[in-house]
């Protein structure tokens, strides 16, 4: 079924179970829902108003209590269907702020399955996006969560887990909210006690949530410790690797990265015995060619990269060399991966670059991103020979950006921009530049250059549109087209034709706009590469410098336009009684003047009209001239209102300071004491120090005989330590009796609950059987007048036998006359058709002797024509023939 239809219908469901809250509208209107469930719904499509109007509706009915909870169930359904997507999760989280509605039903929930719908709705809305400030709704839902977490319900702790995970990570009020309940200390003995969890899910989850709330407390110091800490990076690794899930893998990796950005932690991480096999390990998951585990997997390494410590171990884990490879290697297009035997991990992200998966585009700009964070600085004779192979794949993937539509733009921007700045940094190094020479021309730079003007100006040779029209491609198009002309200029001496190109591209009238725009960037490096650009087009004599200065007008020009217009759109405050006056006085003084001019200048001659006409255009003209100052004068007294409060804010703030500073100042006091006592005390150690000294001598007498002792003490705690052995080994085995004592005792209630309940049966079934005696008295007296019954209705039957006796014979006999009948009619049929068989081929034969008997006429009429022609011609004269037959 069509998108629109369905949607449409879906509202005209929801109007009626709105009008007439029945069973039977409930039931359409869910019929409605879950075929919903079953169409391709994109929110931000051509129906956008469309659909959110159904969203609209749907949240409506969620927040009704009177709904029914099958409804409300197949509605969070289709929501949770429609939050699978990145996109389509964020517009339903900013545009329809769906949490908070979502969040009402959890907390007014009474229904077990609906309650866990709900959870994985919110799980899913709240992963990796800005949650709303601490509300009441937000404290309860916290609230219930900690209090259901420490529950222990399996099937309902997952989801808690993971909400709690996405609302505590990076949210300081959430973080701070949690920390200040009184159950905290028993929130986190249940979070510690779930880390022995056998689902991966539930540690991850617990993890992260342990993660976000203790990581800069006491707590965390402990938790993630020297001592803890490489086992904490061991799980983390593992449950990546052996993740079942796609869930539990992301979370792992969100929960990595978090807690390298910590300096302590990303310090342990770098000095962790096993990073270089983790690493690699992971690395080994982009041969599986998944783009959600891809993704996740190129955004830790990202991550890893940005760290000063862990980049120059991933450079020894990607760099290794690999020259002895490269020969049985081949063509990396060609070869699958998975054949039991892993390549290196710098040969394992270019075979991803060679053969990316479709609809993959994110992951490969993570993996050119992470190739040029590796390679920036590392351009040494080591890489030289992973270059040498990187290069080709490179400029096959720059050569493969062709746009065949709106969206292909943007995507070719961005793959444009990506490589175009990793081939920037090879051209940092002189080696490397000569290998990257080898596989570039002027003609594929002169390709992309004028694909990124055809994105900038739509194909037009200098078409200026305004900075706020589609603003992600022109920024996106302007600057690849930059960093371009950045890479020309770098190669413009070593590759054929390139300094010619690329001086042509700079007097190229359609270069201006990417230059204004790159100019106007917030970007440092782009508005650096566009001064060091526009200082060598300027020197060139065909460069269109009226047109540059013309374009960074109109910029400055729009810019102070939309600073305008955002004035206008600041709440305006009530304008003062005087202005007010003044505007209505010029209103009637125009009012007044038309009424003059009309009833001055009568009709009088053909010309009046005309007149009255040019003064009424010119006053309409002065009163809206008017109207905008009235404006400018509303957005200039809000701006000065603003103003009032930040100089209000400002004067709020100084008493701050000024406090701070008494405070501080008491403190510096303070502290001068504290420095005085502490100097007394310290003549006062000295003293004691010298005295010590004596003690000294005493002491290490004393030394000795405790080390006599100290050697007694290491046998005695060798002794105990092999009874603690003992000990624990003693414990184990009374716990396992333990839990088999529990089971048995379990098994027991059982089977004492199942015997009262068969007792129970027992009772039941001999009342029943005692009713079942006094039926089968009675059904046995009904037996016996029901055979004497029989035995008449046997007499008739056998009489009616009879006489069905003597109709079969005569059926009988009717049978056999009947089929000789047959007989002689199917000869009589067969004998007709062979004479009406022999009819048609005669009838045949007739019409084709009488078409011989036509022309054999028609040649007899010719020859006796030309006979008499004959004797006409020899005899002179007439004579009378006879050709008759």
Known sequence: ???????????????????????????????????????????????????????????????????????????????????????????????????????????????????????????????????????????????????????????????????????????????????????????????????DHSSLTVVVFSLSVLTSLSLGEKVGEKLFGPKNIHQTFQLVFNIILNGDRTVTRKYSVDLLIDLIKSPKIAEHLSRYAHFSTCVTQVSALLENKEPDSATKVLELLLALSVVPSLLPLLRQIFFKPVAPKLGALGNLGGREPGGGQHLDVGLTLVQWLSSPVEGAESCLLQALRLLRELLEGALSGSTLSFVGVLLPVVMELLKESIPSGDDDLVRVCRRSSTIISLLLVLCSEEKTRSLLTQHISAQLCLHQVETLLSCCHGNQPLTCAPPGTDGDLSQLSSHALIQTLKLMSHLRQDVPHMETSFYRVLQDQRTVTPLCVALMSPVALMVHSALSLLFEASSLPDFPAVLMGEGIAANNAFRQRSTELSLKHLPVQEIPPLSTVGVEDSNKSVSCLVEKIKDGLEVKDSCVSEIIDVYEQKLSALATKENHLQELLNS?????????????????????????????CALLKASERRKEQLQAELSYELLMVQRSKTDT????????????????????????????????????????????????????????????????????????LAQAQCSVESLQEQIQRKQTEFSGVCEQLQQQQLELQVKEEQLKELQVAMETLKKDLIRTEQSRRDTSIKASSLELQKDQLEVKLKSKEDELNKHSAMIAMIHSLSSGKKSDVNLSL
């Open 1 to 195: 079924m069509d998108v629109t239809t369905c949607l449409k219908s879906l509202l005209m469901a929801v109007h009626q179970y709105r009008e007439n809250r029945t069973a039977l509208n409930a039931a359409q209107l869910q019929k409605q829902v879950e075929e919903m469930s079953t169409v391709r719904c994109v929110l931000w499509s051509s129906e956008g108003h469309l659909q959110s109007q159904c969203v609209n509706a749907l949240m409506e009915l969620i927040g009704n209590t009177n709904t029914c909870q099958n409804l409300v169930g197949s509605i969070v359904s289709l929501l949770t269907y429609l939050a699978c997507d990145g996109d389509s999760q964020l517009i339903l989280h900013s545009s329809f702020s769906l949490i908070s509605s979502v969040t009402a039903v959890v907390l007014h929930c009474s229904e077990h399955t609906l309650l866990v719908q709900c959870l994985q709705l919110l799980q899913k809305l709240t992963y990796n996006t800005a949650t709303l400030p601490p509300t009441n709704h937000l404290h309860q839902l916290l609230r219930f969560i900690i209090s259901t977490i420490q529950s222990h319900t399996d099937d309902i702790i997952i989801p808690c887990l993971g909400l709690m995970a996405n609302l505590c990570r990076e949210n300081q009020s959430v973080q701070a909210f949690v920390r200040s309940q009184d159950s905290v200390r028993s929130f986190y003995r249940t979070l510690l006690n779930f880390l």
């Open 636 to 664: 200039k007294s809000s701006a000065l209102s603003q103003a009032d409060r930040i100089i209000a804010q400002f004067g709020v703030q100084r008493a701050q300071t000024e406090a701070e500073r008494s405070r501080l």
């Open 697 to 768: 001598e005493d002491l290490l007498q004393h030394n000795q005989r405790l080390q006599r002792d100290s050697e007694q003490h290491q046998e005695l705690r060798e002794a105990y330590n092999a009874l603690l052995l003992r000990l624990s080994d003693s414990e184990q085995q009374l716990k396992d009796l333990q839990t088999l004592h529990q089971s048995l005792t379990k098994s027991s209630d059982a089977q004492k609950r199942s015997y009262e309940a068969l007792q129970l049966l027992h009772n039941k079934v001999g009342v029943a």
